[in-house]
């Protein structure tokens, strides 16, 4: 069969893979897809790296927008990343009738819903397996894989750096800043740190997700964010001595008022399967009404197992480009016109359960002040560690884990127990999720 | 869109579980696959059963083959398991022109190179997801997730039954006999479990995910299966004190000379993710070339899990009826006419690392002797344990751990052990694998 042909835009890194996965897996490919899958334009502004990595065998040009007009191109796979100049590429490929392969989770989370609608009229399709979780083919199992299920939380590690500084920060009880330092040096966090540790790279993911598993449009601003720079080694420290590890998660829920989207450190059970992703690993975990709990666990970023996803979604689109484009599987998992208008709850609406560690004077008195202030607002204690206070020191530090409250009770609590007078300064608060 | 109309054949756990989720979620299902899925025919032996689960709303009848032959039906769902009439019926449903769902391993493994061949010959499809390892969508991410690799090798708990022994065998340090016992009382096991300790049902799996892995046709009586029924609680806390645990995995692997198709208890490291796949779940560890090690995990059995994938088929086969036939997704990953005609491995040729315990007179020169005949067969020893007998014993126990060798030298070894005087009875053999 004729062979489909590919423009590719941005050569760097995972360009760069899969560049290298397509040519030396070809003939293992061609024999599944049933034909050729070919590169036969790259285009990056390094004109230079374009022709050594393309290695003479294909055009090269510093014009993308040449690439996505050719009309001898079927499928043009976007890694530029951005919300820039890749909107308009894709837009304009898509206006040009070709199908679209993109890594790009900042572009989807964020004019997803335009793109989506632009490929839909054109009747072509955009992959992004490549997005989430990098290899893992998570996409796929929850738009095809668990599509008999109605999906009811999904929580995922899906950011290599932060995960790998917080295995790294509990195996050598190093501080956040320390370890991220080394994490630098060793390439698995970028000199501007920001978008991964702020949990940004995360929430992109997360939305991305929870479109898919509950058949929402992307909601770009209404995730609550947050990341894991504050954390402290002494935290770690507890929630192991309480049987819990501390993973940045990016968590959906779905209930019945709205649809919960938080990206945050948490409090997991160490006996979980899902506490032991250690280092850069990703995975996540759904739980789903028939199914029940299922984990997909790999690589979440790098040249190869990106590009793993990349050319995934290249034998997808080769496959199913002839198909009548209402067979196809849609974009987020619904069909377009089928999605739901379920609401993102605000934070303070959220159910979860706390870890909190407060720093108090070491008097008669204070333990019984908080625990009252808990009892008044109706949260339980789950668990409590009171430390000793160090020889010769007047303080000392409580830790307190709560079962499930909403978290404007929890604000509420902790208002309070910070305006004690035997309580010094802020109430750290983690929050804890049994995943179960 | 027109509604798909589906035939079921078989009412029992699955195909009750099948009726409810579809049931059940029937709003989700239609909005993600376009149409309706309704189940227009039952057929079961059992027809008041039948009755009772369909519950007045759908035809029943205890003729199986009306339902292959009724002209309504676009896709039959095949549940009734085993060898026998299921072939007849599945192949006269293909004949007939109609669509098929399996959950049937057993059959797969033995007739699927005839049943994907007439499926070829007539154009239609015939998934099986709920083949293998139940809920988890594993063949769907062999079959596409992972499209673009060079799978290398895949390690899978793929049979609830054994690992659900095993956990209990470790947690609680009990025998063999005595957790199956009580997996019978628990329903974890049936009354005849042979098919499950002996290792057939995880063989069945493991042939078809080594077809789609590598993309070679079904080979029925080339694995070497070996199930757990042998085990002794003295090995696994043995493999506990040298950091591994015994998992009954099915394994195989892509070498140079052939592929290697293998069920045995094996050890692997227990800090290794799926060495803690504990109870009745299911985990599958591929390792392919471009996206590295990937994990999948969740329920391999029961109704809803099992259901799961069921539907999941039927909503791809409801969005790729109308596709052209070469466009779909080939039934074993590769186009059928580019299977690959790679032998499959005899274990005497399979390299693996070895447990090896023995029964030995507390005397001197004994280690001595069995090391030198190690040393002689060029196998190195990895660890080694050497119990203190015990008070007024002359007895005891020699642990070793071997590097990785051929079985074929393994067997040698352990001929010439068992025939040194000093060594009592026969040496338990594990295998062990780093999965690395």
């Not at 890694?79 to 898509?94: H, R, S, T």
């Amino acid at each position: 069969m004729k062979p489909i042909n590919v423009g590719l835009l941005g050569i760097g890194t995972v360009g760069g893979g899969t560049f290298t996965v397509l040519s030396r897996n070809e003939a293992e490919i061609t024999r599944r897809a049933g034909r050729p899958i070919r590169i036969v334009q790259v285009a990056d502004k390094n004109l230079e790296l374009a022709k050594q990595v393309a290695g003479g065998k294909v055009a090269v040009t510093d014009d993308a927008f040449a690439v996505v007009s050719n009309p001898e191109i079927d499928i043009v796979v976007e890694l530029i990343g951005g919300y820039g100049v890749a909107k308009d590429l894709v837009l304009k490929a898509i206006e040009n009738g070709k199908h679209v392969v993109t890594a790009n989770k900042a572009l989807l989370a964020v004019h997803g819903n335009e793109i989506f609608a632009a490929a839909q009229q054109k009747g072509v399709m955009v992959g992004f397996e490549a997005a989430v979780a990098g290899g893992i083919p998570i996409i796929k199992a929850l738009r095809e894989g668990l599509a008999a299920n109605r999906i009811q939380w999904l929580a995922g590690i899906i950011n290599g750096t932060t995960n790998f500084i917080l295995s790294e920060m509990r195996d050598k009880g190093l501080s956040f800043d320390a370890v991220l330092k080394e994490a630098q040096r060793l390439g698995y966090a970028e000199a501007d740190p920001t978008f991964d540790i702020e949990g940004i790279d995360a929430a992109h993911k997360l939305r991305i997700m929870a479109a898919i598993a509950f058949g929402i449009p992307m909601q770009f601003d209404k995730a609550y964010v947050e990341g894991i720079s504050k954390l402290e080694a002494a935290d770690i420290k507890y929630a192991e001595q309480l049987g819990y590890r501390i993973k940045l998660l990016g968590i959906t829920r779905r209930k019945e008022a709205g649809v919960e989207l938080r990206v945050h450190p948490t409090l997991i059970p160490a006996k979980r399967l899902i506490a032991n992703v250690e280092g850069a690993m990703n995975a996540v975990l759904v739980q789903a009404d028939a199914v029940g709990a299922t984990l997909y666990y790999g690589k979440g970023a790098g040249a190869e197992p990106t590009a793993s996803a990349v050319i995934a979604d290249l034998v997808e689109v080769t496959r199913l480009h002839t198909a009548d484009p209402q067979n196809r599987v849609p974009h987020l998992a619904f069909q377009p016109d089928r999605l739901s208008d379920v609401p993102v709850l605000p934070m303070a609406e959220v159910e979860t359960a706390y870890y909190l560690r407060m720093r108090v004077q070491d008097k008669p008195g204070v333990l019984a002040d908080i625990t009252r202030i808990l009892a008044d607002s109706q949260i339980s204690i789950d668990a409590m560690i009171q430390k000793e206070p160090a020889e010769g020191e007047g303080e000392t530090d409580i830790i307190i884990l709560t079962h499930v409250c909403k978290e404007s009770a929890a604000n509420t609590v902790i208002g309070k127990i910070e305006a004690l007078a035997a309580v010094l300064g802020k109430v750290t608060r983690i929050r804890l999720e049994e995943l179960q």
